[in-house]
């Protein structure tokens, strides 16, 4: 079965930067749209980012453009989520989805597929 496993959580002090991994099995990675998604306490599950198959499309909450960024290694069946410029607000347990299919969807809904989750907290 499909399996995502996060990895790179950690506390770090705003402004500082921390890179995200989850390593997927289970299927072929490369056919499908996979995503981040985040959910901090007494909070619902966010949009992210995610991407397209082949990484040459990438879609951001507008809370994170500019300062986040989505990749995917199809060879290493890999994708990483490199965060800078880490505010308070980002802190949050965040996790690795897969998609249905090629679509870049932002909807948790849209992604069967989660790990476990990883806890980021900025401090100040």
């Known amino acids: 079965q499909v399996q995502l496993v996060e990895s790179g959580g950690g506390l770090v002090q705003a402004g500082g930067s921390l890179r995200l991994s989850c390593a997927a099995s289970?299927?072929?990675?490369?056919?499908?749209?996979m995503g981040w998604f985040r959910q901090a306490p007494g909070k619902e599950r966010e949009f992210v980012a995610a991407?397209?198959?082949?990484?040459?499309?990438?879609r951001y909450a507008d809370s994170v453009k500019g300062r986040f960024t989505i990749s995917r290694d199809n060879v290493k069946n890999t994708l990483l989520l490199q965060m800078n410029s880490l505010k308070l607000e980002d802190t949050a347990v965040y996790y690795c989805?897969?998609?249905?299919?090629?679509?870049?969807?932002?909807?948790?809904?849209?992604?069967?597929?989660w790990g476990q989750g990883t806890q980021v907290t900025v401090s100040s």
């Open positions: 989805a897969g998609g249905r299919g090629a679509y870049i969807g932002r909807g948790v809904g849209e992604y069967p597929y």
């Open positions: 289970g299927r072929t990675f490369s056919y499908y749209a």
């Open positions: 991407i397209s198959t082949s990484g040459g499309s990438t």
